[in-house]
């Protein structure tokens, strides 16, 4: 968002932008929006890329808890909660810190929880020719919380599963125990 398009949203809901607190929040704004949607400008196979590793691992890897804040292409309002990722590994692994990456990478643009979960797993699973992975996210949803039907405890969970995750039921309700 451009400073501009900032000032005009400001008198198009009838505000004053020349009154003190308000001079400065074009500016604010369009810095803000441009750390929110900074995923655009990333590449996924870029962000993987500088950290995969040969080692001999062949179990489950699951990060858990990775904090989530995207905006909701809808209403363009936020959606935050978490990220769980696991995968089997056939001898390469990822740098952990760079699964985080990738979350915020997917997470920094206009989105679906559904699409972000889908993407993140789809992302995870050909570099290193994972034998499976599975990404489930749980998000609220302020368009539901603030607007609307304006429910305050509402949580979304999606799920994608790849792979042995997708395949082998043993292997899911594994990575789900796990995930807690």
């Given at each position: 968002m451009t400073e501009d398009l900032a000032l005009q949203l400001i008198k198009s809901i009838g505000e004053d932008p020349d009154r003190e607190g308000l001079r400065d929040t074009p500016k604010r704004v369009a810095k803000a929006w441009g750390h929110l949607m900074q995923g655009y400008a990333q590449n996924p196979a870029e962000i993987l890329g500088k950290a995969i590793?040969?080692?001999?691992?062949?179990?489950?890897?699951?990060?858990?808890?990775?904090?989530?804040?995207?905006?909701?292409?809808?209403?363009?309002?936020?959606?935050f909660g978490k990220c769980h990722i696991g995968y089997i590994s056939r001898g390469r692994i990822y740098g952990v810190s760079k699964l985080a990456r990738l979350v915020d990478c997917f997470s920094r643009r206009l989105q679906l929880q559904e699409?972000?979960?889908?993407?993140?797993?789809?992302?995870?699973?050909?570099?290193?020719?994972?034998?499976?992975?599975?990404?489930?996210?749980?998000?609220?949803?302020?368009?539901?919380?603030?607007?609307?039907?304006?429910?305050?405890?509402?949580?979304?969970v999606t799920s994608a599963m790849l792979g042995s995750f997708r395949e082998e039921p043993e292997t899911r309700a594994e990575f789900l125990k796990l995930i807690g």
């Amino acid at each position: 968002m451009t400073e501009d398009l900032a000032l005009q949203l400001i008198k198009s809901i009838g505000e004053d932008p020349d009154r003190e607190g308000l001079r400065d929040t074009p500016k604010r704004v369009a810095k803000a929006w441009g750390h929110l949607m900074q995923g655009y400008a990333q590449n996924p196979a870029e962000i993987l890329g500088k950290a995969i590793f040969s080692e001999k691992c062949d179990q489950m890897i699951i990060v858990k808890d990775i904090e989530v804040y995207s905006m909701c292409e809808h209403h363009m309002l936020p959606f935050f909660g978490k990220c769980h990722i696991g995968y089997i590994s056939r001898g390469r692994i990822y740098g952990v810190s760079k699964l985080a990456r990738l979350v915020d990478c997917f997470s920094r643009r206009l989105q679906l929880q559904e699409r972000l979960t889908r993407q993140i797993a789809e992302a995870l699973i050909e570099p290193i020719d994972a034998e499976g992975v599975g990404v489930v996210v749980e998000a609220q949803h302020l368009c539901m919380m603030m607007r609307g039907v304006s429910k305050q405890n509402s949580v979304m969970v999606t799920s994608a599963m790849l792979g042995s995750f997708r395949e082998e039921p043993e292997t899911r309700a594994e990575f789900l125990k796990l995930i807690g």
